[in-house]
């Protein structure tokens, strides 16, 4: 028999994995409101980053507490079976019993992929990254042999947890090295950060950045204030490793260019796109029914990144792709079968040129260009988020209106 205490246990624990999958806390608590009220049990709840807490209570049955902490992050494919299990809990269909049931299989799940097809798949993704980003004959050499380099040591990181802590520094470090003897044994006379870029797009904090403006913008300032820090230390690492590189090595930080470069033709960044999302598949191993939306998602997100580029310029693209990616994430959802919009907002969020810029900008500030970098590295991330919020405010207004 249901008890207000196994009620509260499962609500607590749904709402921490919730924030293990990356979802922000206004829609944990709206989760929980929503779950409360169709279970008819008065609650208040406490949601941060890292906590969450559940208090309950009915007539004559005392008050129930539980505290669960948000682990580490769920896996990409563990977030579909979480999205179905979320939607039923909000609508009071799921037996709180049968519900922590279903939790503990979708977070006991086995990776669906070998060990060896994530790393090919992460090879896949950068190379496609470096179609879209900066297409050359060498570049997509080098991000393909450097992406499969990267995935090894993100394979190898998984069984060693205090490595993984220092991962992002070690693969930025890794990749620009590589970069830079290849670049002095060919007798370049820079290296372009665009081409370091793609192997090292998995540590790039669009999740964070992300979360922590719409957080911000709901007044959750202690998670926003506090994801936002972390993403800014995230890219932070990255340029660490990139510049201690090129150190090391004697290479001087004005030789690190940013300046976009296509030797391919206007067609490469097209066919990158799909290249890549046949990577994030092989990487993150989604179900294959993904495939389809993803490859939408995608082309909606960098075609309204292009065509803002093309009319308005490149910070006001990343807001239109920003925006655009959030519209078409959440009208896809509409669509029986259609995937969570999480799933959806974070492959083409990793697409948008700017937050790339946001890398270089920031290993500028460590070289010549740093006075006008801070405002680059800014901009080109901040466009980008806000983009996504208005997207979800615009959503949210059309919403009031057809109803």
Not at 41 to 66: C, E, K, M, W, Y
Not at 159 to 173: D, E, G, H, M
Not at 245 to 271: T, Y
Request: charged share 10%.
């Amino acid at each position: 028999m249901d008890t207000i205490d196994q009620q509260i246990r499962f609500l607590a624990r749904l709402g921490a994995a919730m924030g293990a999958a990356n979802y922000p806390v206004p829609l944990i608590r709206q989760m929980l409101d929503r779950a409360s009220a169709a279970y008819g049990i008065p609650t208040d709840h406490v949601v941060l980053p890292n906590t969450v807490q559940v208090f309950g209570s009915t007539p004559g049955s005392g008050t129930a507490v539980r505290s669960v902490q948000v682990g580490a992050d769920l896996r990409f494919d563990q977030t579909f079976p979480l999205a179905r299990l979320v939607s039923s809990t909000m609508r009071g269909t799921v037996d709180p019993a049968d519900g922590e049931a279903r939790l503990d299989r979708i977070l006991s799940a086995p990776r669906p992929l070998p060990a060896w097809l994530p790393v090919l798949g992460y090879g896949v993704w950068s190379a496609g990254l470096a179609l879209v980003l900066e297409p050359s004959p060498l570049n997509l050499l080098g991000a393909t042999v450097l992406g499969l380099l990267v995935g090894m040591l993100a394979a190898v990181a998984q069984r060693f947890t205090a490595l993984a802590q220092l991962l992002p520094v070690i693969s930025a470090f890794v990749v620009a090295a590589v970069s830079i003897g290849v670049a002095e044994h060919l007798g370049l006379d820079h290296v372009g950060l665009r081409a370091l870029i793609p192997p090292l797009a998995m540590f790039l904090p669009g999740a964070a950045i992300t979360l922590a403006v719409v957080e911000l913008t709901s007044r959750d300032t202690i998670s926003g204030a506090s994801r936002l820090i972390a993403g800014f230390v995230a890219l932070a690492q990255l340029a660490f490793g990139i510049v201690i590189a090129a150190e090391l090595l004697g290479l001087d930080e004005s030789h690190l260019s940013g300046e976009p470069l296509n030797k391919l033709g206007e067609w490469a960044p097209w066919v990158g796109v799909a290249v890549y999302a046949v990577g994030v598949m092989l990487f993150f191993g989604p179900p294959l029914s993904f495939l389809p939306w993803l490859l939408l998602i995608s082309y909606t997100a960098y075609s309204a990144q292009f065509v803002g580029d093309l009319f308005l310029g490149g910070y006001a693209s990343g807001f239109c792709g920003g925006l655009v990616l959030t519209l078409g994430a959440l009208a896809m959802t509409r669509r029986r079968g259609a995937p969570p919009a999480v799933a959806l907002i974070l492959p083409g969020f990793w697409l948008l040129v700017p937050g790339s810029i946001g890398l270089i900008g920031v290993a500028e500030l460590f070289g010549a260009d740093g006075d006008s970098a801070l405002g680059v590295t800014f901009i080109s991330m901040i466009s980008v988020v806000l983009g996504l919020q208005a997207g979800l405010v615009a959503w949210q207004l059309g919403r009031r209106r057809r109803g």
